[in-house]
Structures are given as C-alpha cells and as structure tokens.
C-alpha cells in the first residue's frame, strides 16, 4: 500500500503563486511515474504534470511555463509549484503514484482557487 497525502492548496489573486506538496508513505519501490492531475467542477479529472522514475517530465500544455514540477527523494515527497495562476486553474488537485503494473494510487485532493 501506499499513502499520498498533499498539502499546500488554498485561495489565491490571478497572477498569484502557490506550492503544492504531497508526501508519500508506504511502498514506494515500485513506483514508475507520479504527478499532478486536476479536476474543476462538472469536467474530467485531466493530467497536469508528471514525473517518471528517471526524472522525466511531462506538462500539460495549458500549464507549460507557469507550472514547475519537482521532488524531494529524501522526503519522499512531490512538489508542484504554481505561478501565474490563473482563474481557469481552479480545481482540485490530486497527487498520482502509478506502479510499473500500472496500478493508480491517489491522494485525497486539495483545493486551488484563483479569484479574478
């Protein structure tokens, strides 16, 4: 089993910042990929940004330049650092662990609002 548990989501200005965090417990040695994926109210839960095993990521083009994602191997934890946030950016945001057997674990979400 495996444990996500994020942080870090709140009320926030358009053009504002916020830094997401999500701290994993548990068995994490196969873990293959994780990340951030949103969802806003009446529409799908969509990918935001990833990170493989290798370092390797992957954004969504609407967050691309704004949005930094990063990790913390001593901390076992998952940083997502937001800037020029923007109204379209509210959602809830949850933090993804996927296993090489491409199993999903997911974290309980936080909320991100941005008033115009």
């Known amino acids: 089993q495996l444990q996500l548990v994020e942080s870090g989501g709140g009320l926030v200005q358009t053009g504002g910042s916020l830094r997401l965090s999500c701290v994993a417990s548990?068995?994490?040695?196969?873990?293959?990929?994780a990340g951030w994926y949103r969802q806003a109210p009446g529409k799908r839960r969509e990918l935001v940004a990833t990170?493989?095993?290798?370092?390797?990521?992957n954004y969504a083009d609407s967050v691309k330049g704004r949005f930094t994602l990063s990790r913390d191997n001593a901390k076992n934890t998952l940083y997502l650092q937001m800037n020029s946030l923007q109204p379209e950016d509210t959602a809830v945001y949850y933090c993804?662990?996927?296993?090489?057997?491409?199993?999903?674990?997911w974290g309980q979400g936080t909320q991100v609002t941005v008033s115009s």
């Open positions: 993804n662990a996927q296993t090489l057997s491409q199993y999903n674990y």
């Open positions: 548990g068995r994490m040695f196969n873990v293959n990929v």
């Open positions: 990170i493989t095993s290798a370092g390797n990521t």
